[in-house]
């Protein structure tokens, strides 16, 4: 013979199996900030609206904190073609080593030659990190006319995150 279960039981059957199922303490993991699309265009707005204000077209390039690419951006005129290549490339750089590509290019050019062998790394000036709440939440990368200018574009863009 079958016999039913009322619903009292059931619902005390499916607490029981619960608390045999979850742990008696839950274990915290900590967050963190990411850098969402939304913020990642803020990012680039900026680095552009100072790009053309200065009449210097450029490659503008947003990774996430692992380089991974958010979005890139080749503006109309970009001086260097191979900019598409070069500014991920920065923005890679400055989100893994949490430092700005120029660092690199001192580095190779002063005191610690042997940074040359960070191979897949573009070890060249305008890549800087985006930092939010003093954590790497990814990178900008710029590819312009002069070093000087691709810095100056890449500090614009992250300014928008550090208002």
Known sequence: MLRKHSLPSLAATAVAAAAIVTPAFALEL????VLTLEAARAVAASAEAKASSEGWPCVISVVDDAGSPILLTRMDNAAVPAGVELAPGKAKTAALFRRDSGAFETSINGQRPAAITARGFVLMRGGFPVVINGQVVGGIGIS???PDHDEQIAKAGVAAINK
């Open 30 to 33: 900590p967050t963190r900030p």
């Open 144 to 146: 312009a006319d002069t």
